[in-house]
């Protein structure tokens, strides 16, 4: 793991850009240390410095925890195949038309997964070396990729995932197998989960502690509370 580049912030966090042979993330470490980690992954392969997840890390790491995320293979501004461009340029007409999409979505989302967990499986390595980094582990974001990651990955302790409706046939089985604490956010009215769906996801996870939080509101919508919330339950497994 080589760090590329550093700026503290105004409460203390520091965050670090580095580079993992061909894997380019993100590190934000608060304080204090060594602190529990984060794994922080965006929506179907958006890129790590997106907005809204770069406001989450960091409101994460100021809360006690390291924060990481990447661009794994196919997501944020590496390569992908000319195959997987034309079905997201699909996926969006389809939606916009109103037509089914199961078959797009699994044509590229599936085959994402399986690519980005190896990769998300080696930055946790190098991660884990670190002296500012003492485990557990906990996952947020992204629920295919959670799901997967939280069925092969023994190190992640508890996991928060986002929507949830539109995953993969595979990840869906596999939820069965997930048994580690979950809060499951959802957004009543989002436009690109089926409400059903999701649930039905839910309802799937093996979990003996698992938490569905339900917000009226588009897909955008997630109350800024939830953060919070989540600092909470993050602090009950990984404190």
């Given amino acids: 793991m080589r760090f590329t580049s550093e700026q503290r ?16 993330g993100t590190l934000w470490t608060p304080g204090s240390a ?3 980690l984060i794994l922080m ?14 406001a989450r890390a960091r ?20 390569p992908r195949s000319a195959a997987d461009q034309q079905a997201r340029a699909d996926l969006r007409r389809a939606m916009q038309a109103g037509e089914p999409v199961d078959d797009i979505f699994e044509s590229f989302i599936a085959p994402l997964v399986g690519k980005a967990v190896p990769e998300w499986r080696t930055t946790l390595d190098a ?6 980094i003492d485990g557990p582990v906990g996952y947020s974001g992204w ?18 995932f986002f929507a949830g409706g539109y995953v ?4 869906r089985e596999e939820a069965r197998q997930v048994t580690i604490p979950l809060l499951f956010l959802l957004q009543w009215d989002d436009e690109g989960n089926p409400r059903q769906r999701a649930l039905d996801v839910f309802d799937a996870f093996g979990s003996k502690e698992k938490t569905l939080h339900a917000n009226l509101g588009g897909h955008l919508g997630t109350p800024w509370f939830e953060l919070e919330d989540g600092d909470r339950f993050f602090g009950r497994h990984l404190k």
């Fill in 34 to 36: 060594p602190a529990p």
């Fill in 41 to 54: 992954a965006h929506n179907n392969g958006l890129p790590k410095a997106e907005p809204r997840l770069v």
């Fill in 9 to 24: 912030l105004d409460d203390g966090v520091l965050e670090r850009e580095f580079t993992l042979g061909e894997i380019p």
């Fill in 168 to 171: 993969p046939r595979a990840q």
């Fill in 127 to 132: 991660l884990l070396a670190l002296p500012e």
């Fill in 59 to 78: 409101y994460t790491a100021a809360c006690g925890y390291a924060v990481a995320t990447i661009d794994a293979a196919g997501c944020g501004d590496r």
């Fill in 143 to 160: 629920t295919a990729l959670g799901i997967r990651l939280a069925a092969v990955e023994p190190r992640i302790a508890a996991a928060g």
